[in-house]
């Protein structure tokens, strides 16, 4: 009876363990959605892209399949060693296109290489995509396209007119390049199968939104030597103080001030 008593209190201590190593796993998820999703999601308004409901799930499932590939390195999010601005440039991949790291069959995959970034090794993320993925990106955004024509590099002191509408009958763009001045837009002419040509304007300004979103998810863990930001089963190994935190908060903001 003591045996059994034993084995069966065993058993509930392994399942209380695996349950909480489950929790714990789902929490540390929890906060990594918490972290990149509205950042995403930030970046495509910023460029005028609205994030439907199928995108930010496509960004989970990215998030989740690259948490996976994470774990059986024994890395984390948080790890210094791991490229952020790589896995950025991925989810918004992901949003973009709408492809689904949970389809099948599959869309995407994903690996984990070091690469050598000056004189340190970075663990960097890559994005594969597989022949259905390719298969979805055709159908979604490669319809009625004929061709797409050489860009407009428009710079400041331009020449240059939006188009303008009466009615359904729309007025072109006019450019008449000077050759000085910074980049002020990109124009892309695109013919559809009908000939029916429309003009796609990028915004410098836009960029510039785009940008900072960039460097604040690169700086996300930045601590700047100010303390250790290293984590280490998935919990912080300093907690920072105050003064601490309101230091790198002010390196930050200094930071994007200079850019801005």
Known sequence: MAETKTA??????????????????????????DAFLPMIERQLSGNGISMSAYSKQCVLNALSGINTLLSKDGTTFGDASLDKSSLTDILMYVAGFQLNASASPKEIYFILRKTKQGDEWKKQIEL???????????????????KICQ?????????????CFNGL??????????????LSKIVYP???????IEFYISERADVIVNLLAHITNNM??????????????????????EAEKAEVKKKKRDILGRVA
């Open 151 to 163: 860009i407009w590099k428009v710079k400041e002191n331009d020449e240059f007119t939006y188009p």
């Open 220 to 241: 996300m863990y930045e601590t700047f030597g100010i303390y250790d930001g290293s984590w280490k089963n998935g919990q912080p190994v300093h907690k920072p103080t």
């Open 190 to 196: 695109v013919v559809k199968n009908d000939n029916i």
């Open 169 to 182: 009958d729309m007025q072109p763009p006019t450019w008449k390049p000077t050759g000085s001045g910074k």
């Open 8 to 33: 069966k209190t065993t058993q509930e201590e392994n399942i209380s363990a695996d349950q909480e190593k489950k929790k714990e796993y789902s929490t540390a998820l929890t906060k990594v959605y």
């Open 128 to 146: 594969g995509v597989e022949g259905d993925g390719n298969d979805a990106i055709l159908a979604r955004f490669g319809r009625d396209i004929k």
